[in-house]
């Protein structure tokens, strides 16, 4: 076992989305105005830029630097911004790492590589590359819905084992017998896992997580932020009660593609989200329909 970089972040980390304007540019002033909101009026715990939410797929190499190199900015080193640098090309992840570390991020987050489908030895060597590129801590991203591959829990382990500055996952395998594999083969002191499946949260909250990096929280961040304290707490009946509460919104926020629900949801509370750019499309009449309602029963929107 390896001497570990310390890694002690709990909590609500936003996946921000990234404002656009009209013309699908960049909004800029949008994107600071979202990180006040997201740090002042949610009191998240720390921020992602440019992950899934943030449609990383559709943005150039200058825009994804750009959008990090701001978020870092207006953050103001009040919570850790988390760049996410991942990529399937293990070439172009070493160098988006490097930039984000050249700009100041705090970590990094490294989705599996998708589309190529590696095997778990390419895998490890993908993250062995980019953990010898830079020192900064990083958060393995396994969403294997997107990228078509598993990262196993004995590979996971063994990069947690193996490489000092892998301190983290965050968990959409939506799969809780694989996560307790993983709990059970690393340690938490020095190996945070954060629950990337929305709905789950509160499962494995209950089985030790350190937390959620949620799309959700853009809308619900103090909810959730509450439910962990619940579990953490001791008081589970309160922290269920906030997963049944939210639960409908949850589900409304993930009707269509994320994160298309989430903008809608933003636009409606009046905050800088603006459209998805394509191929992803506006929410449909039905989608806003069902987003609308969850909002409203549950006192998020008049």
Request: charged share 20%; glycine share 8%.
């Amino acid at each position: 076992m390896t001497q570990k970089v310390r890694w002690d972040l709990r909590g609500v980390i936003v996946p921000l989305v990234t404002p656009f304007n009209e013309d699908l540019s960049v909004d800029f002033a949008g994107l600071a105005e979202l990180v006040e909101y997201c740090i002042e009026e949610l009191e998240c715990d720390g921020l992602v830029p440019c992950g899934t939410t943030g449609e990383s797929p559709t943005l150039s190499h200058v825009e994804h630097d750009e959008v990090i190199r701001a978020v870092i900015r207006q953050t103001k080193n009040r919570v850790p911004v988390i760049a996410s640098s991942g990529s399937n090309s293990t070439r172009e992840a070493v160098e988006m790492t490097r930039s984000a570390a050249e700009a100041g991020a705090d970590a990094t987050l490294q989705v599996g590589p998708y589309y190529n489908k590696p095997s778990q030895d390419g895998l490890f060597n993908h993250f062995a590359a980019i953990a010898a590129a830079s020192s900064l801590p990083i958060i393995i991203y396994n969403i294997p819905g997107r990228t078509c591959r598993n990262i196993e829990p004995g590979t996971i382990a063994r990069l947690w084992r193996e490489l000092p500055t892998v301190v983290g996952l965050k968990d959409c395998s939506n799969d809780l017998s694989q996560t307790m594999e993983i709990y059970r083969a690393t340690d938490p002191d020095t190996f945070k896992i954060y629950c990337g499946e929305d709905l789950m949260t509160f499962g494995l909250l209950c089985h030790g997580s350190a937390g959620a990096i949620a799309a959700v929280a853009h809308v619900i961040g103090r909810e959730v932020k509450a439910m962990c304290e619940a579990v953490w707490g001791g008081r589970l009946e309160e922290a269920r009660n906030l997963h049944y509460r939210t639960m409908d919104l949850v589900e409304a926020l993930f009707c269509e593609p994320n994160p298309t629900p989430v903008k809608q949801a933003l636009q409606w509370l009046g905050l800088p989200a603006g459209s998805v750019r394509p191929p992803l499309e506006r929410l449909t009449p039905a989608g806003q329909e069902t987003l609308r309602s969850a909002m409203q029963a549950g006192g998020w929107l008049a």
